[in-house]
């Protein structure tokens, strides 16, 4: 599924992905087989030829889909490996439509695909937990946890997050662990928060740190402040003006 049919799951975008040597590629380990995200079924290497190249034979199945696909390549060709992350969601609440669970505080909505095996697994216990006498240990609690799997697709062009639910169980789990926390935004001083450059934001600096000084100053030097600034000015509007005239002068020489 793609990353459409969940809400809380949102992973960051991906730029780049790390490579691997064919020649280093393991049994079980993850690579990107045209475009998709495959675990390593089969590996060959053959022995190196008259160029002194180690040739490798990779089959891989697809994490999201039931094919196996076939790569061939040098020892020293290089193959990306893609992200792959695993969550376990305690289930909230079952709809015709969507799954709702909680993963480390955070509410998670997960769409419900009626053909997945595993999403009928997991309402078929959820329903039956239900129906169960709640167990009054305190300690710990009976709930759905379903096992979720995000990896990314595409190639270096275009690179997106797709998931699947892998397990359904009962688990035992704490309390706490149900509990859906407050969103918390907590708000950075710093530019791009209050939408100004770090310019802007060092000259508002300069003016209050200059009105903060000139409320400790006493009359008589506020007055010796005031008269000063506009000597400054004077002086300026002196200095533009003759620019102006000398270069009206030397226009007509």
């Known amino acids: 599924m793609s990353a459409k049919d969940q809400k809380g799951l949102h992973q960051p975008n991906v730029e780049g992905l790390s490579h691997v040597e064919g020649s280093n590629v393991k049994m079980r380990s993850h690579i990107m087989l045209k475009g998709r995200p495959c675990r390593v079924t089969k590996a060959s290497f053959a022995q190196p030829g008259k160029h002194g190249h180690i040739k490798c034979t990779f089959f891989g199945q697809d994490l999201f889909q039931s094919k196996k696909i076939q790569h061939m390549c040098t020892g020293?060709?290089?193959?990306?490996?893609?992200?792959?992350?695993?969550?376990?969601?305690?289930?909230?609440?079952?709809?015709?439509?969507?799954?709702?669970?909680?993963?480390?505080?955070?509410?998670?909505?997960?769409?419900?695909?009626?053909?997945?095996?595993?999403?009928?697994?997991?309402?078929?216990?959820?329903?039956?937990?239900?129906?169960?006498?709640?167990?009054?240990?305190?300690?710990?609690?009976?709930?759905?946890?379903?096992?979720?799997?995000?990896?990314?697709?595409?190639?270096?062009?275009?690179?997106?997050?797709?998931?699947?639910?892998?397990?359904?169980?009962?688990?035992?789990?704490?309390?706490?662990?149900?509990?859906?926390?407050?969103?918390?935004?907590?708000?950075?001083?710093?530019?791009?928060?209050?939408?100004?450059?770090?310019?802007?934001?060092?000259?508002?600096?300069?003016?209050?740190?200059?009105?903060?000084?000139?409320?400790?100053l006493t009359k008589k030097q506020r007055r010796q402040l005031f008269e000063a600034e506009r000597r400054r000015k004077r002086e300026a509007a002196k200095r533009v003006k003759v620019y102006f005239e000398l270069s009206h002068f030397l226009s007509f020489v």
């Not at 305190?138 to 699947?164: D, S, Y």
């Open 76 to 216: 020293h060709s290089r193959i990306e490996v893609p992200i792959v992350k695993k969550f376990e969601i305690a289930l909230l609440a079952v709809s015709p439509k969507f799954f709702t669970g909680v993963y480390e505080g955070k509410e998670i909505s997960l769409k419900f695909d009626k053909e997945d095996e595993v999403a009928c697994t997991a309402a078929e216990l959820f329903a039956k937990l239900n129906r169960e006498p709640e167990m009054k240990t305190g300690k710990t609690k009976k709930a759905v946890v379903i096992c979720i799997l995000q990896a990314t697709c595409g190639t270096e062009a275009n690179f997106w997050w797709e998931w699947k639910l892998t397990r359904a169980a009962v688990q035992q789990v704490k309390p706490s662990a149900l509990v859906v926390l407050p969103v918390v935004r907590e708000i950075e001083e710093t530019e791009e928060a209050e939408g100004m450059d770090a310019d802007e934001k060092s000259d508002e600096r300069d003016t209050k740190k200059k009105k903060k000084a000139e409320k400790k």
